[in-house]
């Protein structure tokens, strides 16, 4: 069986997910424009996993669990 990469965001994170992303799909609605897709980055940090972040819009939302 293969591996699998897990990546959990806390419960802040995830609020602060769904805040930025249903802003910017509102915003885009609101423009009369086909909504976007939401990118979210993860910065795994290598030397201790639980430091990881998430990102969105170049702002950071909080921490992961990888």
């Known amino acids: 069986m293969g591996q699998k990469l897990v990546i959990t965001l806390t419960e802040e994170a995830t609020e602060k997910y769904f805040e930025l992303a249903r802003a910017q799909t509102a ?3 609101d423009e009369d424009c086909k909504p ?3 990118w979210l ?3 795994i940090a290598a030397t201790n ?3 990881s972040t998430a990102i ?3 702002t950071e939302i909080g921490e992961v669990s990888v």
Do not use: P, Q
Request: charged residues 25%; glycine residues 0%; proline residues 0%.
């Open 36 to 38: 976007s897709d939401v």
């Open 49 to 51: 996993l639980y430091e």
């Open 27 to 29: 915003a885009e609605l």
């Open 41 to 43: 980055t993860v910065c």
């Open 56 to 58: 969105l819009k170049n």
